[in-house]
C-alpha cells in the first residue's frame, strides 16, 4: 500500500488589499479584462468599496463595453453621490455611447461637486467638444492639465478638441504624449492612428493600430482602423476582410457594419449591403451618420422598386439632417412612381 498523502492545505482567501494591488496593476497595464475581473472581485467582497466602482466603469469604457459601463457608472454614483470622480466617469461612459446631452449634465453635476477635480473637468470638457462648444471645452482642459499635467487621459481629450478643428498633426502631438504616458493603453494607439489617417500617413495609421492590437488582440475598433487605412488606399478586399474582423471581435461595432455596407453599395451589391446598413441603423447613436444609413437604404429601395420603403427611409433621414441632399433627391426621384411591386 501507498502511504497516505499529508493533508493539502486549504486555500485561504485572498485579502481585500492584495485583489485591489492585482486589480490597479491590470488596470495600470490596460490589461482591461483583468481590470474589470478584479475589480468586481473587489466589489463581491467589499460592495462599499466606491473606488473600485468607479475604476470597474473605466476599465468598461476602455474596452467600449459602454452599456455595461453606464450601469456600472450609476451603481458607483448610487454608492457614493458626492464624488466628482464618479460622476466624471459616468459622463464619459455616456458621452462615448453617444448621450452626449446627459453626458454634458452629469459632467456639469461632477464640476459642481469638485471644482478643483482634473477629471470632472476633462469629463465635462470631452461631452461639450461632441457639442461644439469648443471655447469651454478649452478652457475647462486647460485647468485640467494645470492641476494633472501627467494624465494621458487629458492629453487624449486634447487630442479629440484638436480633431474637432481639423488640427490633425496637433491631434497626432497630442495623443503620442498620452500614449508616451501610458504606453501599454490600447485604445490611445487607435485614437493615435486615426488622426495619422486623416493626414494620409496611411503607414504611421497602420503601425498604430497594430501596436493597439499586440497590447489588446481583441481590439475591434483597431481593427476597423485599419479597415478604414485599407478603404483610403481602394483595397476593398483587404478592408472588407478586417471590418468582418471588427463585427466577430465585437457584434455591436456600428462603424464596422457601415463601412462593410458602404463597401457593397459601391459595388451595387445592394442584397449584401442592407443587412449592413439595417444594423449600423439599430447600433448607431449618431443622428448624422445614421441619416447616411438611411439615404444608402431608400436608393436600395428605389433600385428594388420598394417606393414606399425607399420614401421612409428618404424621409427619415432628412429628419435627421434636412441638408441631405442624396435623400432630397431621393424623394424627388419618387414623385409620381407608382407604388412598389412587393414593398413591405
Not at 457608472?73 to 446631452?101: F, K, Y
Not at 465635462?124 to 457639442?131: F, G, I, N, R
Not at 487624449?156 to 503620442?176: F, H, M, N, P, W
Not at 438611411?294 to 439632417?321: M, P, S
Amino acid at each position: 500500500m501507498f502511504p497516505a498523502l499529508p493533508p493539502q492545505p486549504t486555500p485561504q482567501p485572498r485579502s481585500l488589499e492584495s485583489l485591489v494591488g492585482d486589480a490597479d496593476l491590470a488596470f495600470s497595464e490596460g490589461r482591461w479584462i483583468d481590470a474589470v475581473d478584479g475589480y468586481r472581485k473587489v466589489v463581491e467582497l467589499d460592495p462599499t468599496y466606491g473606488r473600485a466602482q468607479i475604476r470597474w466603469t473605466r476599465a468598461l469604457i476602455d474596452q467600449h463595453r459602454l452599456n455595461e459601463a453606464v450601469e456600472r457608472g450609476r451603481a458607483a454614483i448610487a454608492l457614493i453621490p458626492n464624488s466628482a470622480e464618479a460622476r466624471a466617469t459616468l459622463a464619459t461612459a455616456l458621452d462615448w455611447s453617444g448621450q452626449v446631452d446627459r453626458a454634458v449634465q452629469i459632467g456639469l453635476e461632477a464640476v459642481q461637486i469638485d471644482q478643483s477635480s482634473a477629471t470632472a473637468m476633462a469629463a465635462l470638457a470631452e461631452a461639450y467638444s461632441d457639442q461644439y462648444r469648443l471655447l469651454e471645452a478649452d478652457d475647462l482642459l486647460a485647468r485640467a492639465l494645470d492641476i494633472a499635467p501627467d494624465d494621458p487621459e487629458l492629453y487624449r481629450i486634447q487630442g479629440v478638441l484638436r480633431e474637432t478643428r481639423a488640427d490633425y498633426a496637433g491631434a497626432v502631438e497630442s495623443y503620442t504624449r498620452a500614449v508616451d504616458l501610458a504606453p501599454k493603453w490600447s485604445y490611445l494607439y487607435v485614437s493615435l492612428g486615426h488622426a495619422y489617417r486623416a493626414q494620409n500617413q496611411y503607414d504611421q495609421a497602420l503601425m498604430a493600430f497594430q501596436r493597439a492590437l499586440t497590447l489588446n488582440p481583441n481590439d475591434a475598433r483597431a481593427e476597423g482602423g485599419r479597415g478604414m487605412v485599407h478603404l483610403a488606399r481602394e483595397e476593398y478586399e483587404h478592408a472588407s476582410e478586417r471590418f468582418q474582423r471588427a463585427i466577430e471581435l465585437d457584434p455591436t461595432y456600428a462603424t464596422a457594419y457601415a463601412q462593410l455596407g458602404w463597401i457593397h453599395y459601391g459595388r451595387r451589391e445592394y442584397d449584401k449591403a442592407e443587412p449592413l446598413f439595417l444594423r449600423a441603423v439599430e447600433l448607431d447613436r449618431d443622428g448624422g451618420r445614421i441619416a447616411q444609413y438611411r439615404h444608402a437604404l431608400g436608393w436600395i429601395y428605389v433600385a428594388a422598386r420598394r417606393t414606399a420603403d425607399a420614401r421612409e427611409q428618404f424621409t427619415k433621414a432628412l429628419a435627421l439632417n434636412p441638408g441631405l441632399q442624396g435623400a432630397r433627391d431621393g424623394l424627388a426621384a419618387l414623385q409620381g412612381t407608382s407604388q412598389p411591386r412587393g414593398g413591405r
